[in-house]
């Protein structure tokens, strides 16, 4: 019996953990093809036009909203400069060789995240459903993003700039145009009053849904439309738009740094932004935070980077794209930091405190803050046009790369069955845009602010911390360095340095442990400014986390079941116990068991 149950976990090792293994099960050609390196290269997958293409394409996901609010809200929380020397050493360590791991396994398997990780490792297949799940989830409510952007560019077409004032049917009497020091804390800013009571009109809590915003609503059903024309064509339209929409912020990045260096106040923001408070490095949670800025805003664990590396041609230097994406996207982060501090330099000079006790807290930062500050610079509907027009394009570029992953994965596991009943990929294109849209349709009622903030909360904080962990097991611990460095030297001909492999080996592996245990120790429920959710909305957010995080053991289940493991291993442990419970069983050992040796050994 023990025999027996050794047997069976070395099957069980052999078959669920190794690369192709389900292949190698019904097929045993194919591992020697696999073995000699003859990887399907597939010559009717459509490819890039041009490799600038893909390149561009991985700086639009890469460079996002988070660039413009999380960065410099994380950086002005950590106490400015100090922040800089995690995020820089963890963009070393961390955050490049993990996406030269994910575009290496992308290119290399011509698939999406769910098939190659089935493929590099059958056991934990799941991952990549876990990816695409939860690239699908943000999608969902990642455009409500766009659509606020939308709502201020059209609202900038006005002057004055209607969060200007407080002059406005929806000003309460506790409106203020300038906070000062002696301001009452009860008070909030026409900017404050914009966002909550006109653009949002929003309820006193998620137990309130309130009516639907159909301004709101239009404009969400305005960037749907927006995203589909932009990549219903796949890679083949997807890699034009790329050109104007990833490069045009930039454009609009140094005209407003321009612009903000010059108002009064500027450079303290700047100094505060550029020189470290060396104390603050002291404290695990700005090491951690740099850490899981790296890897929210790269978008490790999303799938949606390897799913377009697919896409690439066999032999590309891979190498070359990861230095682009990651060093553009953390330059990125760094211009809007001087920006955005520029700006809170600015804000603190009008109202006569420090920049370091600036009202600033996460999105708030672009909708609220932000906006305040036009309000007061010279042709401020102009500047405020440029900035949420500049936001309009990273947002879209970051929703391409995850509907992308939806519309490769979909087409990777059921090309076939689709294309018989939809005859085109541009209307599989239109369903997947379409229902996005109708499940975001709650963020666009009154009560949207609080769904989308529990969703946010659950979905990036908790399930993406978890999703990385296990992606890097998968690839790095069970498929493995070597057979990943084996497979780079197929395409390119030469392997990964010394640094990339020990990167992989212990460096990033140790880190995202020690981001996912933190993440766990310090989780706190979900809460929009002083409001607290309610139990049962937090359940509803355990839920959200749960369909993504629930295929990880449902694909390793699957992968059991279909191997015939499970079945061998409920066989063996039900003949265990028939044996154990059966009368005189100690009698009835064979004399050559291990059992039975230490009952002799006892008894001499």
Not at 108 to 129: E, S, T
Not at 133 to 156: E, K, P, V
Request: one cysteine or more; glycine letters at 8%.
């Amino acid at each position: 019996m023990l025999n027996y149950l050794s047997g069976t976990a070395g099957k069980l090792w052999e078959i669920c953990v190794l690369p192709y293994s389900s292949s190698f099960a019904l097929n045993p050609t194919l591992e020697m093809e696999l073995d000699q390196g003859k990887m399907d290269q597939e010559p009717g997958r459509p490819t890039w036009n041009r490799q600038i293409e893909f390149t561009l394409a991985g700086i639009g996901c890469a460079v996002g909203l988070g660039n413009m609010w999380r960065f410099p809200y994380l950086c002005y929380r950590s106490g400015g400069g100090a922040f800089l020397v995690p995020y820089l050493l963890m963009l070393l360590v961390m955050g490049i060789p993990l996406l030269y791991m994910e575009l290496i396994l992308g290119q290399y398997m011509r698939r999406g995240p769910v098939h190659a990780l089935a493929k590099a490792c059958p056991l934990l297949k799941g991952v990549g459903l876990a990816t695409v799940a939860i690239s699908f989830i943000m999608c969902t409510y990642y455009n409500i993003i766009i659509t606020w952007g939308l709502y201020y560019l059209f609202s900038s077409f006005q002057s004055p700039l209607p969060w200007q004032s407080c002059n406005n049917t929806w000003n309460t009497p506790n409106c203020t145009d300038h906070i000062t020091p002696n301001t009452s804390s009860h008070s909030s800013t026409a900017s404050q009053q914009f966002f909550n009571y006109r653009m949002l009109e929003r309820t006193g809590g998620v137990e309130e849904s309130g009516v639907l915003r159909w301004e709101l609503f239009l404009l969400l059903l305005l960037a749907w439309i927006l995203l589909y024309f932009c990549i219903f064509k796949g890679v083949k339209s997807t890699g034009k738009v790329v050109y104007f929409t990833a490069l045009f912020p930039y454009v609009i990045l140094l005209a407003l740094l321009i612009n903000n260096v010059q108002l009064p106040g500027a450079m303290e923001g700047i100094r505060f932004f550029i020189v470290p408070n060396w104390e603050k490095l002291l404290e695990l949670e700005v090491w951690v935070n740099a850490a899981a800025q790296i890897f929210n805003s790269i978008g490790i664990g999303f799938g949606s980077l390897m799913a377009m590396s697919s896409y690439n041609n066999f032999n590309n230097n891979i190498l070359k794209d990861t230095l682009a994406i990651s060093i553009t996207n953390s330059l990125t982060s760094i211009l809007a930091g001087f920006v955005i501090f520029s700006a809170f330099g600015y804000m603190s000079y009008l109202q006569n405190i420090p920049v370091s006790e600036l009202a600033v807290d996460g999105p708030g930062l672009v909708f609220v803050v932000y906006p305040q500050a036009f309000a007061t610079m010279p042709v401020a509907p102009l500047w405020a046009f440029l900035f949420f027009f500049m936001l309009l394009c990273l947002g879209l570029d970051s929703q391409f790369a995850m509907v992308e992953v939806m519309v490769t994965s979909l087409m990777d596991g059921f090309g076939g069955p689709l294309m018989k009943f939809l005859r085109h990929k541009e209307m599989l294109v239109l369903a997947v845009c379409s229902t996005a849209f109708l499940l975001g349709i709650p963020h666009v009622m009154q009560v949207g602010i609080y769904v989308f903030q529990l969703m946010d909360h659950y979905t990036a904080i908790v399930s993406l911390m978890f999703l990385a962990f296990f992606e890097v097991l998968a690839i790095c611990g069970l498929y493995g360095v070597r057979r990943l460095s084996a497979n780079l030297k197929e395409m390119t001909g030469s392997r990964p340095n010394i640094f990339f492999r020990v990167c992989w080996m212990f460096v990033a592996p140790l880190l995202i442990t020690i981001i996912l245990v933190f993440t766990i120790i310090q989780f706190k429920p979900a809460r929009y400014e002083d409001y607290v959710y309610p139990p049962w909305a937090q359940g509803i957010g355990w839920v959200i986390a749960m369909a993504s995080i629930i295929w990880i053991p449902l694909g390793a289940l699957h992968t059991l079941w279909v191997l015939n493991i499970l079945l061998c291993f409920v066989n063996a442990l039900s003949k265990m116990l028939l044996i154990v419970i059966s009368a005189f069983a100690l009698l009835n050992l064979d004399e050559n068991s291990p059992m039975h040796s230490i009952s002799r050994q006892r008894s001499d």
